[in-house]
């Protein structure tokens, strides 16, 4: 079990530039969480998924972005036409099961900055 | 509307100073969840605690201690006799969903420990 882990750290792109996020969950968590955290706030929510199903996705900034699980373990995050205002750190968190009363894990996120 | 405010930004204070930070939060559900987080500059968030709305006990974990009070719709963390390691960024957090973390997030406060 070595945590949730992301990839990349760091990315820097141009703008308009497509970019895609990966996180690896720790091994048998059913859910998997992807939040944005721009400088000097707390994270957001974006999307979840149980397994494979994207459970909810109507807090995605913009048809820009979207996520996959498609195997039910990873989970991509991809961000279309990029623009400065994307340019923000990405979280990643995974949970055993559902319900807040089970600990979700963070990843580092990835940092990403449009240029 | 922000659900939950996290007034102060910075707190600097001297090792072994007792620091504490405030948390006001906004919900009409009678049924919540209210967690802390600790982000060190590694990036990941790390759980600290989590507390749901009817059980109002306050909490003492070592050196952390967390005060809950409905009737202020406050949740706030005192660090007793802090330490270097303490620095970090702290968020408090709202979910108003006991299924999923759905999280709400302050903005965060920014700990700073001087030896």
């Known amino acids: 079990d070595t945590g949730v882990s992301q990839d990349p750290r760091h990315k820097i792109t141009k703008r308009g530039q497509n970019v895609t996020f990966r996180c690896d969950p720790i091994s048998e968590h059913n859910r998997l969480y992807w939040y944005r955290q721009t400088l000097g706030q707390g994270p957001e929510f974006l999307t979840y998924f149980q397994n494979e199903a994207q459970l909810e996705k109507s807090r995605l900034l913009s048809d820009r972005f979207s996520a996959e699980r498609p195997k039910g373990s990873f989970s991509t995050l991809e961000i279309q036409r990029t623009e400065q205002g994307d340019s923000a750190m990405y979280l990643c968190?995974?949970?055993?099961?559902?319900?807040?009363?089970?600990?979700?894990?963070f990843g580092q996120g990835t940092r990403l900055t449009v240029v | 509307a922000q659900k939950v405010t996290q007034a102060q930004t910075e707190i600097s204070v001297v090792e072994k100073e007792d620091v504490t930070l405030d948390c006001v939060y906004e919900?009409?559900?009678?049924?919540?969840?209210l967690f802390w987080y600790k982000q060190p500059p590694s990036g990941e968030l790390v759980f600290l605690i989590r507390r749901n709305s009817f059980d109002e006990q306050n909490e003492i974990s070592g050196r952390y201690s967390w005060n809950f009070q409905k009737s202020t719709s406050s949740f706030n963390f005192t660090i007793t006799a802090s330490q270097v390691v303490d620095s970090a960024v702290y968020f408090c957090a709202l979910s108003e969903d006991s299924n999923d973390y759905k999280l709400s997030f302050g903005a965060g406060t920014t700990v700073t420990v001087r030896a």
């Open positions: 919900t009409r559900d009678t049924t919540y969840y």
């Open positions: 968190a995974s949970s055993k099961r559902q319900g807040v009363n089970t600990e979700a894990f």
